[in-house]
């Protein structure tokens, strides 16, 4: 019998305005081996882009989050035995190429289909098979990563808006929903993709080009003492939200104790049992579906 791990599938939606597959390409090629910081000393950048079949671009696009730590070179050094800061001579030669604690994480970009076009989903969790160390990347540094590239002005001169959203697990909506006394409900929607659409999303977006708006924000508050009935169109509207913004509530758990809810905090983390080693990790990752 094959000996079998647990991996976690993240992901991010990224849209663009204006849209097309060429911009798409374009702005994730440009964007990669830029290092940013994520947290303290750790960096995380992209990687080993590739087409993701048949040498097309247009199929989509693989390649590596690839996190690791920077030293700074100017930094003095310690020796641990005695407590000293070390000498000048005692102080080793890095190579100015080589980084530590690297950490590789295999994504796809899907330029087209239900669900996934203009998605970008990534192992985010997975036992090293050589280290045995579970490799970790939070939805929120990949946002983080993104977000701080697109905002580079080389890239963000040549559209009118970029937004990324961390794509929630699907019982996000349903714990704010839940809540026996849900009194506020807050979202906040951007124009999703074009690109295979509901009806729902077809009339958001197409009302907010109209208006020229990179994004509405929409608060409802329920009566003293009683709590929110969203109808089907706002139950539609969170759904939207959800992917292409967020939606938080604020309402009183069964304990009658005052809490509050985001997507935000609740990324995607599928697990998906695969077997120990990275081929398997890779194609379940390609056929992942949400």
């Not at 963000?156 to 937004?163: E, T, Y």
């Not at 109808?231 to 304990?255: M, P, R």
């Amino acid at each position: 019998m094959r000996r079998q791990k647990i991996i976690e599938i993240s992901g991010i939606n990224i849209v663009t305005q204006p849209h097309s597959s060429d911009g798409y390409i374009g702005i994730i090629r440009s964007v990669n081996q830029r290092a940013v910081p994520i947290r303290g000393n750790e960096y995380l950048m992209i990687s080993g882009l590739r087409p993701h079949m048949n040498d097309d671009w247009l199929t989509g696009i693989e390649g590596e989050l690839v996190k690791f730590s920077n030293i700074d070179e100017h930094a003095r050094w310690v020796d641990i035995t005695s407590g000293k800061l070390a000498e000048d001579g005692e102080v080793p030669e890095l190579p100015s190429h080589l980084r530590p604690n690297g950490a590789l994480f295999p994504f796809i970009f899907h330029l087209t289909g239900r669900d996934i076009s203009h998605r970008l989903f990534y192992i985010s969790k997975s036992r090293n098979s050589h280290s045995k160390k579970i490799e970790t990347l939070s939805p929120n540094f990949v946002e983080r990563l993104f977000t701080t590239l697109f905002s580079e002005r080389d890239i963000s001169s040549k559209f009118k808006s970029i937004n990324i959203t961390v794509i929630p697990e699907s019982s996000a909506l349903d714990s704010i929903f839940n809540l026996p006394k849900l009194n506020k409900l807050f979202l906040r929607i951007t124009p999703p993709n074009p690109d295979d659409l509901e009806d729902v999303e077809k009339s958001i977006y197409s009302r907010l080009k109209k208006m020229e708006v990179v994004k509405e924000e929409q608060t409802y508050y329920g009566e003293k003492g009683e709590s929110i009935k969203p109808d089907l169109e706002l139950k539609q509207l969170t759904q939207v939200a959800s992917q292409n913004g967020y939606v938080s509530g604020v309402g009183k758990n069964s304990d009658d104790v005052t809490v509050h809810l985001s997507t935000k905090n609740k990324p995607l983390r599928e697990p998906i049992a695969v077997d120990n080693d990275g081929l398997s990790e890779r194609e379940a990752l390609r056929s992942f579906r949400p």
